[in-house]
Each structure stands twice: as structure tokens, then as C-alpha cells.
């Protein structure tokens, strides 16, 4: 059974109980200028970012649930029903996994993130709880791997289970990582490195996206398609690095990028 509800509504609720829960700071928001100008003041967006702290790249994915026993992963032995599919966007469609993969593979940290349940009624009981985190599961993009080929992909995976399994010709296993405990025990045990949130470091986190994207561009000349590498480079150079950030994050790695104080 397909969700009932849009990425952009499980999104809005993870990054609100982000925010208010663990008083995390979202980089992927619009700034504006004169939020700037207040800001070299002593009263903008600069001042609300923490001094330190884990800087996460998050892509919200939705959830199938299966149920039923001729489900295909149910019949092949591989699962036991109820469980969930999370598609992974295909590679003849989209560069993004790739991104992330390699954004990962830079040295940033990158989760998929997906909810383990699919109807309205759990997201508003969630949410008005907050517990949407504690009722989601991640996987790292690097545990999932590069695609063997362009076509469909996904993970199956259900609530007890540590291990999913990315679903091409053979099954491959993934770890899962569990929220049931909180955001900041799963980040404890994967050991994410913290940060010092400054000048410095937010220029060369700009850079590093961008030197991805530049990888992408040459993927891309593959399907005929651009991301206009020229115009991504003026817009880091003529913009404060946090607008930089937002726009790469959002625009080309759909993805929130929050930071954890610590």
C-alpha cells in the first residue's frame, strides 16, 4: 500500500521536531538580505547558527507497507510480512543517489530517512507526540552502494529488524539504523564527527558540494542533461556561504542540511 501522505508533509515533521526537540538549526531555509544585514548587526541568521556541532544532510523518503503474502520479497524468502519498500530514485531519472553517495564519500554525513508507517493517522499522532523520529528508520548511502544499473531499485525493511536489504537482481544486505531511541543515540553509535560552525569551515562545506556536483555534470553528459555547473559556481561565489549551502542543498541534493548543537 502506497502512503497516504507526501514527503514534504513527513519532512515538515521531522525537521520541526528536529528543531524543537534537539533545538537543531536547518541550513536548507531561505535567507534573506535583509535577514543578512540584521545578521552582521548582531541580530540575524549568523547569530542563531550554533558554534559547534553534527551537520547532517538528510533526504526524506516515503514508505510502502506490504502486508500481503504475495508480496514479492515476502514469497522469496527475504522478508516476512507486514514490512516496507523505500524507493530509491533511478539512475536513468536522477543523479541524486550518486550525490549523496559521493557527498558521503567526501566526508559529510548523509542518511536517507524514512518512516516505519504509512497512514495520516500515525503522522498527525506522531507529530502531535513527537515521536515521528523515534517512529522512523536511516540508512546511509554508503551502506546502500551504487546501483548496479538504471533501473528500479529499493530497501525492504520492517520495525524489528537492524538489517534491510537493498532489492536489485540479488538481495544485498543494508544496515538500518533504528530512531527508537532518539536521534543522538544512533548518531553516538555511528560515531558522526562534530564540527566548530564557522567562516572557514561553512566555505570549504560550499566547496566540497560543489566539487560533487562538478562530478554529476560529467555523469550527466551521459543522458544529455546539465545542471549548469558555470552558473552553480557563480552562484557560491558571489553568495555568503550559508545561501551557497541552501540552494545546493535543497535545489540538486534535495536534501535539509541541519545541524545538531553539541
Known amino acids: 500500500m502506497k502512503p497516504d501522505f507526501s514527503e514534504f508533509s513527513y519532512g515538515y515533521a521531522v525537521t520541526e521536531e528536529l528543531a524543537s526537540s534537539l533545538k537543531a538549526r536547518l541550513l536548507g531555509s531561505p535567507i534573506f538580505p535583509s535577514l543578512y544585514e540584521e545578521g552582521k548587526k548582531g541580530g540575524g541568521y549568523d547569530v542563531k547558527l550554533p558554534t559547534s556541532g553534527m551537520a547532517l ?7 510502502d507497507y506490504l502486508e500481503r503474502a504475495n508480496a514479492k520479497e515476502h514469497r522469496d524468502g527475504v522478508m516476512s510480512v507486514p514490512y516496507y519498500r523505500m524507493h530509491i530514485r533511478p539512475t536513468k531519472h536522477s543523479d541524486q543517489h550518486n550525490l549523496l553517495l559521493e557527498l558521503e564519500d567526501s566526508g559529510e554525513t548523509v542518511f536517507y530517512i ?10 498527525n499522532e506522531y507529530y502531535l507526540n513527537k515521536t515521528v523520529i523515534q517512529n522512523s528508520a536511516v540508512f546511509s548511502p554508503k551502506d546502500i552502494g551504487a546501483m548496479p544499473d538504471d533501473d528500479d531499485h529499493y530497501l525492504v525493511f520492517d520495525r524489528q529488524s537492524s538489517v534491510a536489504y537493498r532489492c536489485s537482481d540479488e538481495p544485498k544486505e543494508v544496515r538500518k539504523s533504528s530512531l527508537s531511541n ?12 562534530h564540527i566548530d560552525v564557522n567562516d572557514k569551515n561553512l ?34 561565489d558571489e553568495r555568503e556561504p550559508v545561501s551557497g549551502i541552501s ?15 553539541g
Do not use: C, H, W
Open 57 to 63: 544532510f538528510l533526504q526524506f523518503k516515503l514508505s
Open 114 to 123: 524514512a518512516p516505519e508507517f504509512y497512514l495520516p493517522k500515525e503522522l
Open 182 to 193: 532518539g536521534f543522538r543515540a544512533m548518531l553516538m553509535q555511528r560515531d558522526v564527527r
Open 203 to 236: 566555505r570549504l562545506l560550499a566547496a566540497n558540494m560543489l566539487e560533487v556536483l562538478e562530478s554529476s555534470e560529467s555523469r550527466l553528459k551521459k543522458y544529455r542533461k546539465s545542471i549548469d555547473i558555470d552558473g552553480i559556481k557563480r552562484i557560491v
Open 247 to 261: 540552494y545546493m542543498a535543497r535545489t540538486f541534493y534535495d536534501s535539509e542540511l541541519v545541524i545538531l548543537p
